[in-house]
């Protein structure tokens, strides 16, 4: 392992609770994670399917080519300079989030992630849509635009470059960003110094870190990862048995919330105790946050941390509640701009792949 390699680890290891070492995945304990409305670099789940780039900023080169009028090769500078910067707030997070209760219905591929691969963050950096528009990209509403990145992954056995695609309308929709800082300081390499892709409301995977070339084509990215892997199957399909082309392409996340305080299987005494959580939903707004105390039979409503001007943006919500002697089991139900709320059970969305664990969040805890 290089000396680089060592201090990401470090990082990891002082922060977050490690899934595995080898790809580095690591999210942070579910307390600390709601404890602020943005979420601190050192905080932020790294999900990684290769190795970490290292990369030297400076020579770094972006290039941009396909169905484009001249094809552009810019450094980070260059960006900075010739195109306007642009800052949003938006949650990044991975489609297998809340994996390990899809586990608990039945095995599924994957690491066991609790509710906390996502994150919240101030991102910096330039829109995708100045830069198409730069090099005069072709803006057909059926074309992709593909992101590459120099990390070599292995996916169903097959090994390739790093690389997704979006559909042409998301991005050209403006909040697409080739970013350079999160929270305004400079990215860590496990979250894609020297340039990353952020794109609001979509699976993380789309967000590629590293981000060397952009390409825009007829079809999807020629990766594994995109054709193969990040894909929404029927609960009959099994391992073995996929037909990629079947598969549907998971892009925008669903509805989803978590309880992060208190802790599942958590100990606590009679009296006040504070339930706190996030909620997300994508492109839309989280309307209303309903938490229960008694397993589902009656609902009390959750106040909502909210920044109305960003769109992408996480919801926080909280609430005070009064807990007797006994077992109790809490479960949150978030509620969208369309009144649509979540799954009752993981049962209702359980796939091999394990991706998209959207249903009501339920834990259990003690009182003594
Ligand atoms: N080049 C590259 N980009 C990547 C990945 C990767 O492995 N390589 N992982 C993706 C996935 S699946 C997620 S969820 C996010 C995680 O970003 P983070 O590690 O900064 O939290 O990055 C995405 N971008
Ligand atoms: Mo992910």
Not at 28 to 47: A, C, E, N
Not at 99 to 112: F, I
Not at 242 to 271: F, H, Q, V, Y
Request: charged share 25%; proline share 7%; with cysteine.
């Amino acid at each position: 392992m290089t000396e680089n390699a060592t201090s990401e680890l470090e990082r990891a290891q002082a922060n977050l609770l490690v899934h595995s070492t080898s790809p580095l995945n690591a999210e942070p304990p579910m307390d600390r994670l709601v404890s602020s409305f943005i979420t601190p670099q050192k905080d932020l789940y790294i999900r990684t399917h290769g190795e970490v780039q290292h990369i030297d900023g400076a020579s770094h080169r972006l290039t941009v080519s396909g169905q484009v009028e001249h094809a552009l090769e810019l450094s980070v500078q260059d960006l900075r300079d010739r195109f306007p910067r642009r800052t949003l707030t938006a949650s990044l997070q991975c489609a297998g989030n809340r994996r390990a209760d899809l586990q608990e219905v039945k095995k599924t591929e994957g690491d066991p992630w609790q509710a906390a691969a996502l994150g919240n963050a101030s991102w910096t950096g330039v829109s995708l849509r100045d830069v198409l528009e730069a090099a005069g990209a072709a803006t057909d509403a059926s074309l992709q635009v593909a992101f590459y990145s120099p990390d070599e992954i292995e996916v169903e056995g097959e090994t390739a470059r790093f690389g997704v695609s979006i559909p042409m309308p998301k991005a050209r929709g403006g909040e697409v960003l080739l970013a350079f800082e999160m929270n305004g300081e400079t990215l860590q390499p496990e979250h894609g110094y020297p340039l990353r892709v952020i794109v609001p409301g979509y699976a993380g995977v789309r967000s590629a870190k590293w981000v060397s070339e952009v390409r825009v084509q007829d079809g999807p990215a020629e990766s594994p990862i995109q054709t193969k892997d990040y894909k929404l199957f029927p609960p009959h399909v099994r391992k073995g048995e996929a037909d990629w082309d079947a598969g549907l392409t998971i892009d925008a996340l669903p509805l989803n919330s978590a309880i992060c305080e208190p802790a599942r299987g958590a100990r606590l005494k009679e009296g006040p105790v504070t339930l706190k959580g996030w909620a997300t939903a994508s492109e839309r707004a989280i309307r209303r946050v309903d938490v229960s105390i008694d397993g589902g039979r009656s609902w009390l409503q959750a106040k909502l941390q909210q920044q109305p001007d960003q769109p992408h943006a996480w919801t926080l919500w909280r609430l005070d509640a009064e807990l007797k002697k006994g077992e109790h089991e809490l479960v949150v139900r978030a509620f969208d701009g369309a009144m649509q709320t979540q799954p009752d059970t993981p049962d209702d969305t359980w796939n091999y792949p394990g991706y998209l664990a959207a249903h009501r969040h339920r834990i259990h805890v003690a009182v003594e």
